[in-house]
């Protein structure tokens, strides 16, 4: 839908909606620039000061995907006007002020309208040096890919509506969706990052296609280092499926290719779809181990997946 909207005409739209990146970028001087994105979702836990915090966390880490430094706020929310206790989006509210103030990012005002469903998130507005943008469409062949969270949330709420996962499941969970990608990207404008992306609903899969097609190159990962968050892989070889997850699946299949020792609870974690996640970036090859050490000394569970290669078929190979 989105190919059929006119081009872009302004010369300071620097990245616009047509390459699928996270945030848009707008510059306002030769060394400045504003990063902008919104995001919103239903709740994905039970408590609502948790879910504030997971939701804000998420709509952050649209502006560390970009390398930039978010700096104002605005919510949205969607509430019942009847039948639900007002305390609950106190909660949320309160949750996501918590994450927002950890961030250094102000909410400065917001918008809410009457919902039978209850929805929440924020609309960002960052800076960004417009010489230094991570960008979906940089990433270069020989590239390294470092993934920056472990993967699985999408499988683990599944299983959470089913009270099938553990407390200490749901616990590292919600620990991994509610850190902010903060630490990361600091730490990671020190290196050369090319590209980058931030996981969420497309799944790792999808992400790496978004990537492989905004860049014109292929990735090939594997997934004897890509990590998982605890009883993940149970989770998914016992069938806590989300319904994104086989959306992605219909989505993304025809540019996949899975090498016959990928066990089937491995492929569908790659395509799970994931609420918060850390950051895929595109290093250059040099600097990728440096990175991954530098994370991991500050307690980003970062680890090197694959490479980018010269553009072929299939888009996506997992070895």
Same mark, same amino acid.
């Not at 994105?37 to 952050?60: E, H």
């Given at each position: 839908? /989105?190919?059929?909207?006119?081009? !872009?005409?302004?010369?300071?739209?620097?990245?616009?909606?047509?390459?699928?990146?996270?945030?848009?970028?707008?510059? /306002?001087?030769?060394?400045? %620039? #504003?990063?902008?994105?919104?995001?919103?979702?239903? *709740?994905?836990?039970?408590?609502?000061?948790?879910? $504030?915090?997971?939701? %804000?966390?998420?709509?952050?880490?649209?502006?560390?995907?970009?390398?930039?430094?978010?700096?104002?706020?605005?919510?949205?929310?969607?509430?019942? !006007?009847?039948?639900?206790?007002?305390?609950?989006?106190?909660?949320? #509210?309160? $949750?996501?002020?918590?994450?927002?103030?950890?961030? $250094?990012?102000?909410?400065?005002?917001?918008?809410?309208?009457?919902?039978?469903?209850?929805?929440?998130?924020?609309?960002?507005?960052?800076? @960004?040096?417009?010489?230094? @943008?991570?960008?979906?469409?940089?990433?270069?062949?020989?590239?390294? #890919?470092?993934?920056?969270?472990?993967?699985?949330?999408?499988?683990? &709420?599944?299983? #959470?509506? &089913?009270?099938?996962? &553990?407390?200490?499941?749901?616990?590292?969970?919600?620990?991994?969706?509610?850190?902010?990608?903060?630490?990361?990207?600091?730490t990671a404008l020190k290196f050369a990052v090319h590209g980058a992306t931030d996981m969420t609903g497309f799944g790792l899969l999808g992400h790496a296609r978004g990537m492989a097609v905004a860049s014109k190159v292929s990735l090939v990962l594997d997934h004897r280092r890509i990590e998982f968050l605890p009883d993940a892989t149970d989770l998914s070889r016992r069938g806590f499926?989300?319904?994104?997850?086989?959306?992605?699946?219909?989505?993304?299949?025809?540019?996949?290719?899975?090498?016959?020792?990928? *066990?089937?609870?491995?492929?569908?974690?790659?395509?799970?779809?994931?609420?918060?996640?850390? /950051?895929?970036? %595109?290093?250059?090859?040099?600097?990728?181990?440096?990175?991954?050490?530098?994370?991991?000394?500050?307690?980003?569970?970062? !680890?090197?997946?694959?490479?980018?290669?010269?553009?072929?078929?299939?888009?996506?190979?997992?070895?």
């Amino acid at each position: 839908m /989105l190919s059929k909207l006119p081009k !872009q005409t302004d010369p300071n739209v620097l990245i616009g909606f047509d390459t699928a990146d996270d945030a848009g970028v707008y510059q /306002l001087a030769p060394d400045l %620039a #504003l990063v902008q994105t919104v995001d919103f979702f239903t *709740p994905i836990v039970d408590d609502p000061y948790t879910f $504030g915090q997971i939701a %804000a966390v998420n709509s952050l880490s649209d502006v560390y995907a970009m390398g930039g430094r978010p700096i104002s706020a605005l919510s949205i929310v969607g509430f019942p !006007q009847a039948g639900r206790d007002v305390s609950i989006l106190e909660g949320i #509210l309160q $949750g996501g002020l918590s994450k927002m103030q950890e961030a $250094g990012c102000a909410v400065i005002g917001g918008h809410s309208i009457g919902d039978e469903e209850i929805k929440f998130g924020y609309a960002v507005t960052g800076l @960004v040096d417009p010489r230094r @943008v991570w960008a979906n469409a940089s990433a270069r062949e020989g590239d390294r #890919l470092v993934l920056t969270k472990r993967i699985g949330t999408g499988i683990i &709420s599944t299983a #959470l509506k &089913s009270n099938a996962a &553990s407390e200490s499941t749901v616990r590292a969970a919600i620990e991994s969706m509610s850190t902010l990608n903060r630490a990361t990207s600091e730490t990671a404008l020190k290196f050369a990052v090319h590209g980058a992306t931030d996981m969420t609903g497309f799944g790792l899969l999808g992400h790496a296609r978004g990537m492989a097609v905004a860049s014109k190159v292929s990735l090939v990962l594997d997934h004897r280092r890509i990590e998982f968050l605890p009883d993940a892989t149970d989770l998914s070889r016992r069938g806590f499926l989300p319904g994104g997850l086989k959306r992605n699946i219909e989505f993304i299949s025809d540019c996949v290719a899975f090498a016959g020792g990928v *066990p089937e609870e491995v492929r569908n974690l790659l395509y799970d779809p994931q609420t918060s996640g850390g /950051l895929f970036l %595109a290093v250059d090859a040099t600097d990728a181990a440096n990175l991954v050490n530098a994370l991991r000394e500050i307690g980003v569970p970062a !680890q090197e997946v694959g490479e980018v290669v010269v553009k072929t078929r299939p888009l996506i190979s997992v070895r």
